[in-house]
């Protein structure tokens, strides 16, 4: 089965602006969000944004305590090659929906151990530098324009 070429990106924030990252498992080094694709055409972006917060990091975004919010911002890049042969043969582009949630700095972190190896918080700016997506790292830095309301 290929993955659909839309997917989120979620923002894991503080209210004093660490963020959180998480170190993919199948390329060590690699820094990012929350990310992930829409299990089905019909799928809500919110939904996904839960599920794949929920799926990556433990973090159940009840929409009381803890609520994302999406930024209506959607980025569209090109995949890179070493992961195209997840999507249907000809795919080359993703396009990528921003969200964000803030939580508590002592909120239990439940990783998923066949997506991810460690995870850090960091202050917005070392967080953008360890970001290996120019997109991710993009919405790091934007961060402080989209704090939830």
């Not at 999507?87 to 939580?103: I, L, R």
């Not at 508590?104 to 990783?111: F, S």
């Not at 066949?114 to 967080?127: F, I, M, N, V």
């Amino acid at each position: 089965m290929h993955k659909i070429p839309e997917s989120v990106l979620v923002v894991i924030h503080t209210l004093e602006l660490e963020v959180l990252l998480i170190e993919r498992a199948d390329r060590p080094g690699f820094w990012q969000s929350v990310t992930g694709s829409l299990d089905a055409l019909d799928e809500p972006l919110l939904e996904t944004a839960r599920r794949e917060l929920f799926e990556e990091t433990g973090i159940a975004a009840d929409g009381e305590r803890i609520r994302l919010h999406d930024w209506k911002l959607s980025n569209r890049y090109q995949i890179y090659p070493t992961w195209r042969h997840r999507y249907a043969p000809g795919v080359t582009h993703n396009t990528e929906h921003v969200f964000s949630v803030c939580v508590p700095r002592d909120i239990p972190i439940l990783l998923s151990p066949r997506e991810h190896l460690q995870y850090a918080w960091l202050p917005l700016l070392k967080a953008a530098d360890r970001c290996f997506s120019s997109s991710n790292a993009e919405a790091v830095l934007q961060l402080p324009r989209h704090l939830n309301p």
